[in-house]
Structures are given as structure tokens and as C-alpha cells.
């Protein structure tokens, strides 16, 4: 090992975090990766960072190299249980133990991967994939596919896994119910109440039903047959106030019930669905049609009516640290998509006055205060850093 | 089963998972060769794969995967 010379650089992105038991965490905002890495090495990051001046690192002991420090990589994609609340990817559970020794060269090959530890200056960034089962490169998008191949789920029902207990009559007591849901019964309720409303993308049905709760008149559609099926199975015979659901196509605008959207509504809206436009390898066809989406929403709409799109915001998935009474977000990109998926504000007006339609108001909704009692850190978190948005938009 | 045998079974997959009764595969053929072998495609040819043949990829094995050559092998592997 005393051989062994690398041409290393440190990234001055590295951020670093002492934590419980003489241990750091390291993280690259980047990539989102986290390492445990022994506090005792904090004399070898030294010399790293002052070797950038030399720019060649041995692993020796004149370097301060000591090959018994503990090291592991703590990086976790939790996609199963709400990524959001751990959009810093963090292990939380990933403690040093005894065993978890590496040599030096694999550590350099570890802390090159994660982008802590560069070989050449500036520094460049590999976001993509290199292969279907790399994991934690790619966007969200593409990291739920990774998951989804490793833990053998398909991602249609990993969607709705997270959002909804197993039955899909509830959302599960996360994010999606103290923000989402608590903002929505006090928005349909204050104006939907009495009105006609379609959900475009209404998948397995719930929030349809809790529209026709309080309006005069609900529809879901969604292009997807199956998950018309599980709608009406799931809702039928909720007695009064029942909604109803239909295939439709909303790209060529096809239907298996016409009759259904013969008559315009008040409100039509789409929830976390909207983002979908504009990810062009997701789904591509609604990509390269979503010019055409937005014009077959608006022909669904009244002349003075609205159409509402909840959405993940665009500070969606930004990874937040510190004091749990007020922890605070690093954002390392907005315009460039290379985890985040939401579209930002200026892809989203660009369409929009691309298809004629125009924003009359933004509502950023902030979570229940019930909130505090499940998560306390996410919850303050995102009381105030907005993680959804919903758009009323008025036909020009 | 020999390799031939693997191959033939794995192109009944293959046609399965992607609705295409003319797909052709060969041991040189990776995801860029055929447009709709995307990463949900994947997770189904995965996951059809381990159920014909009665056998558990592990994710490290999963992840070397680059080509339909490395699949029949690791297939072969498992059966023994």
C-alpha cells in the first residue's frame, strides 16, 4: 500500500458532517452520496485538500494515510418509503463497525465513484446511467427504475404504493396526506362545492371520489384501462355522490364513454401528473404531444372556468439537513434536470402560453400541523420550503 | 438445458415482454438495439426471465448484466 499514488483531487463541494461516535458523514450534493468515514481521518482530508496544490495523493503514512479507519458507503435510495422525506439519500441506520475497513485504492475507487475525490481539474460530472442496474446515477425518474429492478417491483405499482395504504381507499400518513390531501378537502370544499369537475390522469380513483363528495358532478379519466377498472371496483356503491370513471385518451382525445365529457365542467384538474409533460424519455408520447394535452384540457373546461394542476413544486426533492426545528435545504441545480424532475417555473409558463392558457393564481400549500406529530423535521422542513404547487389556469 | 436450449426459451420471453412475436435475439444484442427495451421493459424481462426459468438473480449479478450473451450464461449458471 505504500506504493500506491493516485492523482487525486479533492472536491471543495464535499460537504461534511461530524455525527454520533467519532464518525463524519460526508456528503457530495451532486450525486447525492453520503459516506461514513471515521472522524480520526480528518488530518488525511487536510492533507487532501492541501494537496491540490501538488495534486498527487500516496497512501502512506507521510500523507497521513492510516489504513485502520472504518469507511462505508451510506448512501440509500428509500423509494419505498417516501424518498422525499430522505431526498439527501442518507442511511440513517449505517453505523462504523469494526469490519468495515477498505484498502486505499478502495477507497480512492469509492470516493472517485461518489465524485468526493476527482482526477482531474475542474472536475467532471457523470450523471447519467452507464447501465440499467447503476444505481444512484440517473434522474429520479431513472432511479426508481433501478430500485424497482432491484427490489423486482413494477413502478406503476410502486407509484401507488407510496402514495396509498393497500387497499387505495386511504393515502398513507406521509406528506401526501398532511399536505396534499388536507390542502385539497379545504380547497374543493371552499370551491368545488355545488360545481362539475373532471380529473384528468385520475388513476385508481381516490381523488375523484373525494370530489364527488362535495360536488354536483364527478368524472375520472385516465388513458389507462386497468386503473379504470380498479376505480370503478374500488368506488362503486359509495352511495350518494358516487363518481364515475372512463378510458380516455387525452393525447387523441378517444373515449370509451363520450357522453361523459359531452358537457364542459367548471374545473378540470390533474394531479402529480402535469409534471409528466416534460420529461422527454419518461413517457415520450405525452412529451412530444403536450403542446396537444393542454388544448384538450382547456376544451374540457367551461369559458369561465378552471383548470387546476397539482403538481410536485418545482423545490420538489431538494435534500434538507440540520437542526430538526429548522432544517435547511441545499439546492445544487434548478435548471438542469439531472435528478430533479419537476419542471421549472419558465418550462412551465413557456407551455403555457404555447397552448393559450394563462396562471390567475398560485397556491403553495403548507402541511397540516398534524404533520409535526408524524415527522417534526419534514414537517418544518416543508412548512417552509413548498413541496407541491397547484396552478388555477384560465383559458385565454 | 445447453445454451441453445436457453436461448430459445429466452426468445419466447423476449417476444412475451415486448408483444413482438418477430423480435429476433442474439448473444451480441444489448438494450440499444431494439427501441423498446427500456428500463420498465427491463424490470419485466428481469422478472420474466427468473420465472421461466425457475431462478433468483442477485443485484449484483443483475447490475453486470450489458448484453442477451451475459443473460443466457447467467441463466446457465443457475441451472447447472
Known amino acids: ?396 | 438445458m445447453t445454451q441453445d436450449d436457453i436461448q430459445t426459451t429466452l426468445l419466447g420471453v423476449f417476444r412475451k415482454v415486448f408483444s413482438d412475436e418477430d423480435i429476433v435475439i442474439s448473444e451480441e444484442m444489448t438494450a440499444a438495439d431494439y427501441e423498446a427495451w427500456d428500463s420498465l421493459n427491463h424490470i419485466m424481462l428481469i422478472m420474466e426471465t427468473e420465472a421461466t426459468f425457475g431462478v433468483k438473480f442477485s443485484n449484483a449479478e443483475v447490475a453486470r448484466l450489458q448484453k442477451v450473451g451475459d443473460l443466457i450464461k447467467l441463466v446457465a449458471g443457475k441451472l447447472g
Request: net charge negative; charged share 25%.
Open chain 1, 1 to 396: 500500500m505504500g506504493n500506491m499514488s493516485e492523482i487525486v483531487i479533492w472536491n471543495p463541494g464535499t460537504i461534511l458532517f461530524p455525527i454520533a461516535n467519532a464518525t463524519l458523514r460526508l456528503y457530495q450534493p451532486h450525486y447525492r452520496r453520503n459516506i461514513l468515514l471515521d472522524q480520526a481521518a480528518m488530518g488525511w482530508i487536510d492533507n487532501l485538500v492541501t494537496a491540490a496544490d501538488k495534486g498527487i495523493l500516496r497512501c502512506d503514512a507521510a500523507d497521513g494515510w492510516n489504513a485502520s479507519w472504518r469507511i462505508k458507503d451510506a448512501t440509500k435510495f428509500n423509494i419505498f418509503d417516501n424518498a422525499y422525506e430522505n431526498s439527501a439519500m442518507f442511511d440513517a441506520d449505517a453505523t462504523l463497525v469494526a469490519g468495515d475497513k477498505l484498502t486505499c485504492k478502495e477507497v480512492l475507487e469509492l470516493l472517485i465513484d461518489v465524485g468526493i475525490l476527482a482526477t482531474q481539474w475542474p472536475i467532471e460530472y457523470k450523471h447519467d446511467k452507464q447501465h440499467f442496474g447503476d444505481a444512484f446515477r440517473g434522474s429520479f425518474y431513472e432511479q426508481i427504475g433501478t430500485a424497482c429492478l432491484m427490489n423486482r417491483r413494477i413502478p406503476t405499482e410502486w407509484w401507488a404504493d407510496q402514495k396509498f395504504e393497500k387497499n387505495r381507499l386511504s393515502t398513507r400518513l406521509t406528506a401526501y396526506h398532511y399536505v396534499q390531501d388536507r390542502f385539497l378537502d379545504g380547497f374543493l370544499e371552499d370551491h368545488v362545492a355545488g360545481k362539475s369537475i373532471i380529473e384528468v390522469g385520475c388513476g385508481t380513483g381516490y381523488y375523484t371520489n373525494r370530489m364527488a363528495q362535495v360536488s354536483d358532478k364527478a368524472v375520472g379519466v385516465d388513458y389507462n384501462s386497468d386503473y379504470i377498472d380498479i376505480a370503478k371496483k374500488t368506488w362503486s356503491g359509495q352511495g350518494e355522490g358516487d363518481a364515475t370513471y372512463a378510458v380516455l385518451d387525452i393525447i387523441d382525445f378517444s373515449t370509451d364513454q363520450p357522453e361523459l365529457i359531452a358537457e364542459p365542467f367548471d374545473y378540470v384538474i390533474m394531479i402529480d401528473t402535469f409534471l409528466f409533460l416534460f420529461h422527454e424519455s419518461y413517457q415520450p408520447q405525452l412529451f412530444s404531444n403536450r403542446k396537444t394535452v393542454l388544448q384538450n384540457l382547456a376544451k374540457l373546461v367551461k369559458k369561465d372556468g378552471r383548470i387546476l394542476i397539482m403538481d410536485p413544486h418545482p423545490l420538489f426533492l431538494t435534500p434538507f439537513f440540520g437542526d430538526p426545528n429548522r432544517p435547511f435545504g441545499i439546492l445544487e441545480s434548478y435548471n438542469s434536470h439531472y435528478f430533479r424532475v419537476a419542471p421549472t417555473l419558465a418550462e412551465i409558463t413557456e407551455l403555457l402560453e404555447d397552448a393559450g392558457l394563462a396562471i390567475a393564481r398560485i397556491f403553495e400549500p403548507k402541511p397540516h400541523p398534524d404533520f409535526d406529530k408524524v415527522n417534526p423535521k419534514s414537517h418544518k422542513f416543508y412548512s417552509e420550503v413548498p413541496m407541491w404547487h397547484m396552478l388555477e389556469l384560465i383559458v385565454r
